[in-house]
């Protein structure tokens, strides 16, 4: 090739392989050499920068082997493999766009139902995941094949560890008639692509970071009868997170000789709203909140017109009362402490002649479930104002339910006359409550909350009201176990409690409730330890009535695995 120069030496190379018996080869080849031509032209490559590419190039051939492919991590990097899927899997405007499969998709995938958990062990925080799948028309897809992949908490896929032949976070479902989906896993974290190699170093020459969001792969398979879903749609979930912390780097340490990932951002789109008809009655109430509320007890009893106030209480709590007593004045008439579990109908009728016997015009219950179900039951007949000062988180003190037992045969009932009017939630008052009560205590409120989402007359509002309720005390219980005079921890718990029982006093009692106090009237057994045994049961025995809400409360804020939750 004589008398070549920058603007001859491309059209002499062309001509060499003009005649190639490969049509679509030739296209190819004459493209790049016109590309790759012009890139050296216009950034004016020098023969220093041409001789490192050559390096560069050579580096990542010899990094490359049977476990690491180094140049599709380079075709990644530069956006290639992005590229040539989107041109090969073009959808109809609206749809999830496709992205690559990765590297650590496997085929034979086990099968879950909705609402299983397809982690299988997988380390890493729970988390509950559910969707719709819906055609290009908005209309929900019935018994659309789901694929599932994710990486653990460290970042590495199944096939990664030593027990590969295991499946782990990852599976298929089928979506439901309704188009939707649910199962539980574990939360996606970043990890960083490999980059002790060539790859690494340009991407650090160049200022970028080797970590991935974290993310989710779906690949969704539906019925070629539905336009623009007749063929695999591979997409992932991507939540993103900063990346510069020690522990990352860490793992990023950790992760130098790992394998390469590929993703796509995922443009969600919105569902339609949906609303249900309701009825929603507000109560009339007045909570007192915070440590220290106590101290106002005088205050609250004059906006009660309270003047001769019946403390009430357990024989164990009499030191409570009489600090009750004390910071009455002259609101006070007398105290009576002979309040027991499950109120007995002639603990009640002892209760009421106290009441008169003082002459009371209201009734302030200082304590737990027991002093509070004596005070409703003398309140029944009586119809004399509460003010309530809870020491265990139960909740009751927000509800019009009370229960009496004759016979050893537990009646319970609703009356809106038995409703405290005034609570006085001070979390000071509970920091002598045993980390183990606590416990079973705030598991009896959490009980309320989560029969509120599958009852008959449950509501947007009290919903609401249960998952943060369940959200606060699935928080504060293993705090209170581990450190038992957290005070942040105690006000969260009773600040959970509150919303807890609210939702019981608003909807009505299921299974739960119902099975609770039949064991425990027949058998004398301990309220909250009843409840806490019962929990786990009921809830799976119901779960299919509420499965988003209750699965969704229970891995937002209660961790299984946690040292300090299975010391609850």
């Known amino acids: ?74 075709s990644d990097t530069l956006g290639l493999s992005m590229l040539v899927t989107a041109m090969a899997h073009r959808k109809p405007s609206g749809c999830t766009e496709a992205t690559v499969f990765g590297p650590f998709f496997v085929d034979n995938a086990p099968e879950y139902r909705n609402g299983d958990d397809v982690a299988n062990g997988a380390r890493g925080e729970p988390c509950f995941v559910s969707g719709v799948v819906r055609g290009p028309d908005g209309e929900p897809v019935s018994g659309a094949r789901i694929e ?5 908490a460290e970042g590495f896929y199944d096939v990664q560890t030593s027990n590969a032949d295991t499946h782990r976070a990852r599976g298929v479902l089928h979506s439901l008639p309704d188009g939707r989906y649910q199962f539980r896993s574990i939360v996606a974290e970043p990890y960083p692509i490999p980059h002790d190699g060539p790859v690494g170093r340009m991407l650090e020459a160049l200022g970028r970071h080797p970590w991935r969001p974290a993310h989710l792969h779906f690949m969704i ?67 007192v909140f915070g440590s220290g509320a106590i101290e106002r007890l005088a205050d609250e009893l004059d906006e009660l017109c309270i003047r001769r106030a019946l403390v009430l209480c357990t024989p164990e709590q009499r030191f409570l009362a009489d600090r009750v007593r004390k910071l009455a004045g002259e609101h006070c008439a007398d105290v009576f402490d002979r309040a027991v579990m499950h109120v007995p109908v002639e603990t009640a009728q002892e209760g009421v002649a106290a009441a008169l016997a003082a002459g009371a015009d209201g009734l302030v219950a200082a304590g737990g479930g027991s002093t509070l179900g004596l005070a409703k039951a003398i309140a029944l007949e009586t119809s004399l104002p509460i003010l309530a000062i809870p020491t265990t988180y139960a909740g009751s003190e927000v509800t019009p339910i009370y229960g009496m037992t004759s016979a050893s045969e537990k009646k319970t009932g609703k009356s809106y006359r038995v409703l405290p009017r005034t609570v006085i939630y001070d979390a000071c008052l509970t920091l002598t409550l045993p980390a183990a009560l606590s416990a079973t205590s705030g598991l009896n409120a959490i ?51 509150w919303l807890c029982g609210t939702v019981l006093g608003s909807v009505g009692m299921a299974l739960h409730h119902k099975l609770c106090h039949t064991l425990g009237g027949m058998f004398n057994l301990p309220h909250a330890e009843t409840h806490a045994v019962m929990l786990p049961y009921s809830m799976a025995f119901n779960l299919p009535a509420a499965v988003h809400r209750l699965l969704a409360c229970a891995f937002d804020g209660i961790r299984p695995d946690s040292r300090t939750f299975e010391s609850v």
């Open 221 to 287: 398979t539906a019925p070629r009868s539905l336009p623009g879903l007749g063929c695999r749609v591979r997409c992932a979930l991507v939540a993103d997170r900063a990346v510069d912390s020690p522990r990352e780097r860490h793992r990023a340490r950790r992760h130098g000789n790992g394998d390469t990932i590929q993703h796509a951002r995922v443009r969600l789109r919105s569902e339609p709203i949906l609303m249900i008809a309701f009825t929603y009655t507000g109560r009339p109430g007045r909570i």
């Open 148 to 152: 599932v992949w994710q990486a653990d």
């Open 447 to 497: 009980a309320h909350a989560a029969e509120g989402l599958y009852a008959q007359d449950a509501n947007p509002v009290m919903s609401l009201f249960a998952e943060e309720g369940i959200r606060s005390l699935a928080r504060a219980l293993p705090r209170i176990v581990e450190k038992p005079n957290d005070i942040a921890a105690r006000e969260a718990a009773q600040y959970g409690a």
């Open 1 to 74: 090739m004589r008398n070549l120069d920058e603007n001859t030496i491309t059209d002499a190379v062309l001509a060499r392989h003009e005649h190639a018996p490969d049509e679509r080869l030739n296209t190819i080849v004459t493209s790049l050499v016109r590309h790759l031509h012009a890139f050296a032209r216009e950034v004016g490559l020098t023969e220093r920068e041409w001789e490192a590419g050559i390096r560069f190039l050579t580096d990542v051939g010899h990094i490359t082997d049977d476990r690491r492919q180094e140049f599709i991590l380079l």
